[in-house]
C-alpha cells in the first residue's frame, strides 16, 4: 500500500495538521499551514445501530451479505466503527443474528474490523410500558447468565455489551458475571430504583443506554433514576441527539451534568432510517411511522421506534447547542465510545486510519468529503 497523506483542522485542538498514513495506519501527525477550509477527525464511532437505509439487524432472518451492505450504507454517513445491536426477540432469534453477524466477520477482514462485536439490547430489560419502549412485552424475560453463556458459545463470545434493566438480584449477579467475562454490562429500559441503579454501578455496570429515553413518561421529582444515573460518575452514559428523543434543552442539561468526557453520542437507527417518509411494518415495534421530520413511533401513540437519523446528524445537533464546540461533539462520537472498542477514536500514531474529512460551518450540517478505513475510501 503507497503512503498517502491527508490534511485538515483538527476539531479538538483547532490546529492544522497533516497526517502520513502507511500500510493502513497512521504513521506520523505533523502540524501543517492553514489551507483550505476541511476539517479531519477520527471516523465516527457508534455503539448502536440496529439498522439503517432498509437494511435490517432484528429481521426474521439475517444473512452476512445483509451486515456487509449496512457497513457500507454506514460509511455513507461517516460511520468507521460500529456496533450492530440485536434487540429483544425470542433465544433462538437472538442466537441466529448473532451468527449471521460472526459469519460475516469470518468472510470479511473489513467487516471483521469495522464491526469489532455486538450489542444486545434486552432481552433482559423492564416489561412495563414506557420503560420497554417498542420492545416486544412477550419476549421480557429475566437476567439469565446461562442464556448469556449460550449466545456466547453460539457467536464465539462476540457479544460485548448487554443493555439490561437491574431491577432484581438476578440482573446484580448478571452484570456482575457478564462484566468479569469482558462485556460491557449497560443499564437502560429500566424502572429500577435509584439504589439499584447505584448497586449496577457498584456490580460493574459502566454505561447508560440512551439515557433520558426507555423511561416511564413521568417519574418523581426526586428521587428517580435519571438523577441517580446522571450523578453516578461509574456510569459513562449514551443519549440519541436526533431531537426527538431528547429536546435541546435536556440533550444540554444531561450532557452538562454527565460532562463531555463521559457522553457519548449513538444514533439508535433502525432499518427504516433514511427511507421516504411513510409507515412501515418492521420488526422493532411492528407497524411505525417515519415523519418528514425524522421522527419514527408506533401510530397513534407518543412512544418511539428507533431512531431515523444518523450519528453524524446527532453530532451537529449537539455542536449547535450553547456551550459545546464541534471539538466537544466529535469527542462524543469518536474517542469516547472509543473507549469501549479497543480505545480506537483519537488521532494518534499508530492507530488504523479510519479518518472522516468534512466541511462545517458553526450552525449548520456536517458535509462529509472523504471517509477512509484503514487508509482506504471504503
Same mark, same amino acid.
Given at each position: 500500500?503507497?503512503?498517502?497523506?491527508?490534511?485538515?483542522?483538527?476539531?479538538?485542538?483547532?490546529?492544522?495538521?497533516?497526517?502520513?498514513?502507511?500500510?493502513?495506519?497512521?504513521?506520523?501527525?505533523?502540524?501543517?499551514?492553514?489551507?483550505?477550509?476541511?476539517?479531519?477527525?477520527?471516523?465516527?464511532?457508534?455503539?448502536?445501530?440496529?439498522?439503517?437505509?432498509?437494511?435490517?439487524?432484528?429481521?426474521?432472518?439475517?444473512?452476512?451479505?445483509?451486515?456487509?451492505?449496512?457497513?457500507?450504507?454506514?460509511?455513507?454517513?461517516?460511520?468507521?466503527?460500529?456496533?450492530?445491536?440485536?434487540?429483544?426477540?425470542?433465544?433462538?432469534?437472538?442466537?441466529?443474528?448473532?451468527?449471521?453477524?460472526?459469519?460475516?466477520?469470518?468472510?470479511?477482514?473489513?467487516?471483521?474490523?469495522?464491526?469489532?462485536?455486538?450489542?444486545?439490547?434486552?432481552?433482559?430489560?423492564?416489561?412495563?410500558?414506557?420503560?420497554?419502549?417498542?420492545?416486544?412485552?412477550?419476549?421480557?424475560?429475566?437476567?439469565?447468565?446461562?442464556?448469556?453463556?449460550?449466545?456466547?458459545?453460539?457467536?464465539?463470545?462476540?457479544?460485548?455489551?448487554?443493555?439490561?434493566?437491574?431491577?432484581?438480584?438476578?440482573?446484580?449477579?448478571?452484570?456482575?458475571?457478564?462484566?468479569?467475562?469482558?462485556?460491557?454490562?449497560?443499564?437502560?429500559?429500566?424502572?429500577?430504583?435509584?439504589?439499584?441503579?447505584?448497586?449496577?454501578?457498584? %456490580? &460493574? !455496570?459502566? +454505561?447508560?443506554?440512551?439515557? =433520558?429515553?426507555?423511561?416511564? @413518561?413521568? $417519574? #418523581?421529582?426526586?428521587?428517580?433514576?435519571?438523577?441517580?444515573?446522571?450523578?453516578?460518575?461509574?456510569?459513562?452514559?449514551?443519549?440519541?441527539?436526533?431531537?426527538?428523543?431528547?429536546?435541546?434543552?435536556?440533550?444540554?442539561?444531561?450532557?452538562?451534568?454527565?460532562?463531555?468526557?463521559?457522553?457519548?453520542?449513538?444514533?439508535?437507527?433502525?432499518?427504516?432510517?433514511?427511507?421516504?417518509?411513510?409507515?412501515?411494518?418492521?420488526?422493532?415495534?411492528?407497524?411505525?411511522?417515519?415523519?418528514?421530520?425524522?421522527?419514527?413511533?408506533?401510530?397513534?401513540?407518543?412512544?418511539? %421506534? &428507533? !431512531?431515523? +437519523?444518523?450519528?453524524?446528524? =446527532?453530532?451537529?445537533?449537539? @455542536?449547535? $447547542? #450553547?456551550?459545546?464546540?464541534?471539538?466537544?461533539?466529535?469527542?462524543?462520537?469518536?474517542?469516547?465510545?472509543?473507549?469501549?472498542?479497543?480505545?480506537?477514536?483519537?488521532?494518534?500514531?499508530?492507530?488504523?486510519?479510519?479518518?472522516?474529512?468534512?466541511?462545517?460551518?458553526?450552525?449548520?450540517?456536517?458535509?462529509?468529503?472523504?471517509?477512509?478505513?484503514?487508509?482506504?475510501?471504503?
Amino acid at each position: 500500500m503507497a503512503a498517502k497523506t491527508i490534511q485538515g483542522r483538527d476539531p479538538i485542538s483547532g490546529a492544522f495538521v497533516e497526517i502520513l498514513i502507511e500500510s493502513g495506519v497512521i504513521r506520523s501527525i505533523t502540524p501543517a499551514a492553514p489551507g483550505e477550509d476541511l476539517w479531519i477527525s477520527p471516523g465516527f464511532i457508534d455503539l448502536q445501530v440496529n439498522g439503517y437505509a432498509g437494511y435490517d439487524l432484528n429481521a426474521e432472518s439475517i444473512t452476512p451479505d445483509l451486515v456487509t451492505d449496512l457497513m457500507h450504507r454506514l460509511f455513507a454517513v461517516g460511520v468507521t466503527t460500529f456496533l450492530p445491536t440485536v434487540i429483544t426477540a425470542s433465544e433462538d432469534r437472538i442466537i441466529a443474528a448473532l451468527s449471521a453477524i460472526a459469519r460475516a466477520r469470518e468472510r470479511s477482514p473489513l467487516v471483521r474490523h469495522v464491526a469489532p462485536y455486538v450489542h444486545v439490547e434486552g432481552p433482559h430489560i423492564a416489561a412495563s410500558d414506557g420503560p420497554r419502549g417498542a420492545h416486544p412485552r412477550d419476549q421480557v424475560r429475566p437476567a439469565d447468565i446461562a442464556e448469556f453463556e449460550r449466545w456466547q458459545a453460539a457467536s464465539g463470545d462476540l457479544v460485548g455489551m448487554v443493555t439490561l434493566s437491574p431491577q432484581d438480584d438476578g440482573a446484580l449477579a448478571y452484570i456482575a458475571h457478564i462484566a468479569g467475562r469482558g462485556c460491557v454490562a449497560a443499564i437502560g429500559h429500566t424502572d429500577a430504583e435509584p439504589w439499584r441503579i447505584h448497586a449496577a454501578a457498584k %456490580a &460493574g !455496570a459502566v +454505561l447508560s443506554t440512551h439515557l =433520558g429515553n426507555g423511561s416511564a @413518561a413521568e $417519574l #418523581p421529582r426526586h428521587p428517580n433514576l435519571l438523577w441517580a444515573q446522571l450523578a453516578d460518575d461509574r456510569l459513562a452514559a449514551s443519549f440519541i441527539a436526533d431531537g426527538h428523543h431528547l429536546p435541546p434543552d435536556t440533550l444540554q442539561s444531561m450532557v452538562r451534568a454527565k460532562r463531555v468526557e463521559r457522553s457519548i453520542l449513538v444514533s439508535d437507527t433502525v432499518a427504516v432510517a433514511g427511507l421516504p417518509p411513510g409507515r412501515y411494518k418492521t420488526p422493532v415495534g411492528g407497524s411505525v411511522e417515519l415523519t418528514r421530520e425524522g421522527r419514527i413511533s408506533i401510530p397513534g401513540t407518543q412512544t418511539l %421506534a &428507533g !431512531a431515523a +437519523l444518523p450519528l453524524i446528524s =446527532g453530532i451537529a445537533n449537539l @455542536a449547535r $447547542l #450553547p456551550g459545546f464546540s464541534l471539538g466537544d461533539a466529535i469527542l462524543t462520537a469518536t474517542r469516547n465510545p472509543g473507549r469501549f472498542v479497543g480505545q480506537r477514536g483519537a488521532l494518534r500514531v499508530g492507530s488504523h486510519a479510519d479518518l472522516v474529512q468534512f466541511r462545517w460551518a458553526p450552525g449548520g450540517e456536517i458535509e462529509l468529503v472523504r471517509v477512509l478505513v484503514s487508509g482506504e475510501a471504503p
